[in-house]
């Protein structure tokens, strides 16, 4: 293999490796596991409100699934749905891993200071 296949090769190999330790890591730990499932949650609650919005039509007006009626209203709003777990299922937006790392951070200043009082 060339040196500039190699090195890229070597990086991709120890980014896996590292994403396989983390996700073990975080398997084995049930208090994140719990934050990030509540963290994804967020997300796609916070998606499917911003799909809800884009596909929403003018009142009276057809909409981009054709006639407002009774069933579409019912089918736009499990198409957002699917939309947007989906989304969050291919990445999403970035918002859980921010919500996760903030979550992270409360319950460890709120396990602190409750570890560190009874000694």
Wanted: charged share 20%; glycine share 12%.
């Amino acid at each position: 293999m060339s040196p500039t296949l190699a090195l890229p090769a070597a990086k991709l190999a120890l980014n896996a490796a590292g994403s396989l330790v983390n996700g073990i890591a975080n398997a084995l730990d049930p208090a994140k596991a719990k934050a990030k499932k509540q963290a994804d949650d967020f997300e796609t609650m916070f998606l499917e409100q911003f799909t809800q919005q884009v596909m929403a039509s003018p009142q009276g007006s057809e909409g981009p699934l054709g006639d407002n009626g009774i069933g579409g209203d019912v089918y736009k709003s499990q198409l957002t749905q699917e939309y947007a777990k989906q989304i969050q299922k291919a990445g999403g937006i970035g918002l859980s891993d921010t919500i996760l790392r903030d979550l992270l951070k409360v319950q460890e200043q709120s396990a602190g200071p409750a570890q560190g009082g009874g000694a």
